[in-house]
């Protein structure tokens, strides 16, 4: 493995963490606000589709984008709708949205396009293409044979869209947003007590309606990013479920936005790892060590908590000893004794290294991050009183 | 007996009527990568719709939304009476084993996977020996040495195209490296081109300059990417040159058109049985058309026709990764 393996581990990293990144901002203002929001992946979706549509008809890709963010907030004023003006069950609003934007996309790119549900492929000049910095090598074969530096240039800090630079300015603006300015220490007072908002003489509806379009613009700016810059055209269901890993990174980071970053950053890696090492090959005894550490922390962790998490995880740890004991025993057919099999080299089975997002993901939660607390008033629709 | 009742009664007796009233005619399944996913299905179809163009005649149809509804599809038509019912993908195979044998009087047809029961014809294809063709060119063209294979669902069905592919390279480039990778484990693998393309980079960042998608809509993604990256890539099932034109090598074609409209012809009488589409039978092809003929030089042709033929003589046998799950080329 050598540096330009990680240069490419930390850039494929972040071209996935920024959808991710994006919706889960968008789910840290709403969720602050009090409004949680399980729509985030019906309303990327919805952007996803119209922003590549319309980047097709004209040709312009920010007019896409901009579409998109629009049909992104017109789901979140219905959200908003149902659920502040109204006084909805928020979750079964943000489920309906997934479900309307799920059907309507397929239904609506039939009807327009013609091809099954998906848009035409988009021509490169209506699509956010990689910036290229002056100096920087663009093809992969040129970049293998540069200079360690020349690779970190041309890889990790050049050949982004414009939207993963966006996206990743979007972090310390919203923390700026939340932290630094009135607006945002009466959203989050909006979230946490609304009704000592509401005394103040601030109204409650108006700044959740504003936390719930800001969602739906950073929503609106991710399903672009994912239909006109990483892909070139609308497919059926394409954001595969990134709304609900957002929503998982958003609690990881305590809906905190520097937080946010590191958590989307890490599933980012993990899906990277994914990808890039399908076929890897270990010696037993680190897989073992692996398998037996992951075991171990599950366990660990499962001890502190209720007797449920005891069985569930203690299973996982059990089939993970076995898994790993089993490719020990596996490995002793070819190697002569139980010491030299140890240092056999086999090939990691790819559904191990696919559960890995996920193994990781317990462990890290074990170890590392504490109780995450969400806001006091999520959730509950604020009545007045009289 | 109150108005409602009367109306529902009415109304039933009026949906059997026209259930028998519409159901005659064949009717077509698709898979979970949907009608047009410019692969597969989207082959199935163009069959079922070429026969309806010649014919006159109608044809009833489904796409499938999630698993769940398979054997649910299949009882349907075959309570409505359309017959035959042919159903593309390998995943049929386990609900229509449980729903054949409930109507006999039905014949249905299988694509890609073997049923035997006495009212089924199953349609398979030698994927291996098409995908050893486009093996052959892939190495043919490769620079770095080095080309690659994207899967779909990590299945044997996939893996033979793996096989097939790597056995052709390595037919013509002994050194060659042939790095292989599956998008997933779960149903899902068919629709997600943003991994497709991951993996792609991936790939060619590990030196592949050819890359060969059996992957349904994955595959877009892939191919994209190559284009993207100025490599060339293979597309499969249906003829997909036309994506990227003069960036993609060649396809591997699977004639399941044909598979469809032979059924469809056939009518109610459609032969049972086993039914293999292989080179000698045109089942399985290398596509070459007016987008790729600049990348296929004329000792490429030759090369490839020559081991065509002797596919179909039986002089040259590929290993079919389903016949024992072991592949002499490369190691999934």
Not at chain 1, 16 to 30: D, E, N, Q
Not at chain 1, 199 to 226: D, E, F, K, N
Not at chain 2, 87 to 97: I, K, V
Request: with cysteine.
């Amino acid at each position: 493995m050598d540096f330009f393996t990680f240069v490419q581990l930390g850039d494929a990293s972040v071209r996935m963490a920024i959808p991710l990144l994006l919706a889960c901002l968008a789910g840290l203002f709403s969720e602050r606000a009090g409004i949680f929001d399980i729509g985030l992946e019906g309303k990327m979706l919805a952007a996803a589709f119209l922003a590549a549509a319309v980047s097709l008809v004209s040709g312009n890709a920010w007019v896409g984008l901009l579409a998109g963010i629009g049909i992104s907030i017109a789901l979140s004023l219905i959200h908003g709708l149902a659920s502040i003006t109204f006084r909805g069950n928020q979750l079964i609003s943000g489920v309906a949205i997934n479900f309307f934007a799920a059907g309507l996309t397929v239904v609506v790119a039939q009807g327009w396009f013609a091809q099954g549900g998906r848009t035409p492929s988009l021509p490169k000049d209506a699509r956010f293409n990689g910036i290229d910095f002056p100096g920087a090598l663009t093809r992969v074969r040129d970049k293998m044979q540069a200079d360690p530096w020349a690779q970190f240039y041309s890889e990790f800090i050049s050949g982004h869209s414009i939207l993963v630079y966006l996206g990743l300015l979007t972090v310390p603006l919203s923390w700026w947003v939340l932290y630094r300015t009135r607006f945002g220490l009466r959203l989050r007072a909006v979230g946490e007590a609304p009704e000592a908002v509401d005394t103040a003489g601030i109204s409650v509806v108006r700044l959740r309606y504003t936390a719930v379009i800001i969602a739906g613009v950073l929503c609106g700016v991710a399903g672009a990013y994912l239909s006109t810059a990483v892909q070139a055209g609308f497919t059926k269901d394409m954001t595969a479920n990134r709304g609900f890993i957002a929503l998982a990174a958003l609690i990881f980071a305590k809906w905190r936005p520097w937080y946010a970053l590191g958590a989307c950053l890490l599933f980012g890696l993990f899906f990277a790892i994914d990808n890039r090492f399908q076929n890897i090959q270990l010696e037993v005894i680190w897989i073992m060590t692996g398998l037996f550490a992951a075991a171990a922390a599950m366990t660990l962790y499962a001890l502190r908590r209720e007797r449920i998490d005891l069985i569930v995880l203690g299973g996982l740890s059990a089939v993970l000893v076995f898994v790993g004991l089993a490719t020990w025993i596996g490995a002793m057919d070819e190697a002569i004794g139980a010491t030299a099999a140890l240092f056999e080299t086999v090939k990691v089975p790819s559904q191990l290294i696919q559960s890995l997002p996920y193994l990781f993901v317990v462990v890290v939660l074990a170890g590392f991050v504490g109780k995450a607390i969400p806001p006091r008033a999520g959730g509950q629709p604020y009545v007045k009183e009289r | 007996m109150s108005f409602t009742t009367k109306f529902l009664g009415a109304t039933a007796a009026l949906a059997l009527t026209a259930g028998a009233a519409w159901a005659d005619g064949p009717a077509i399944i698709y898979d979970l990568g949907g009608k047009f996913d410019k692969s597969f299905n989207e082959s199935a179809y163009n069959g079922a719709q070429r026969w309806a163009e010649e014919t006159g005649e109608e044809f009833a149809e489904f796409e499938i939304t999630s698993d769940a509804q398979r054997e649910q599809a299949i009882r349907r038509f075959a309570e409505a009476g359309n017959n035959p019912i042919v159903m593309a993908g390998f995943s049929w195979g386990t609900p229509l084993e449980a729903a054949a044998a409930d109507y006999p009087d039905t014949n249905f047809v299988i694509i890609d996977a073997a049923v035997d029961a006495p009212n089924i014809r199953s349609v398979v294809f030698n994927e291996h020996e098409g995908s050893y063709l486009v093996g052959m060119l892939a190495a043919a063209a490769s620079e770095t040495d080095t080309v690659s294979f994207v899967g779909g669902m990590d299945i044997p069905l996939i893996r033979k195209f793996g096989c097939g592919y790597a056995q052709g390279v390595k037919a013509v480039n002994p050194d060659a490296t042939v790095i292989s990778n599956m998008t997933g484990t779960t149903p899902s693998a068919w629709n997600d081109p943003v991994k497709g393309s991951e993996l792609t980079l991936s790939q060619i960042s590990q030196g592949s300059d050819v890359v060969f998608a059996a992957a349904g809509g994955t595959g877009i993604g892939v191919l994209q990417t190559a284009a993207d990256e100025g490599i060339l890539s293979i597309g499969v099932d249906s003829n997909q040159n036309y994506l990227h034109s003069g960036q993609v090598l060649t396809s591997m074609v699977k004639r399941v058109d044909n598979a469809v409209y032979d059924a469809f012809a056939a009518g109610e009488n459609v032969e049972v049985g086993l039914n293999v589409m292989g080179v000698e039978n045109e089942g399985v092809a290398y596509s070459l058309d007016e987008h790729n003929e600049e990348l296929i030089t004329d000792e490429m042709k030759a090369m490839v026709e020559e081991a065509s033929a002797q596919m179909a003589s039986g002089e040259l046998e590929v290993h079919d990764y389903m016949s024992d799950e072991t592949c002499p080329a490369i190691d999934f």
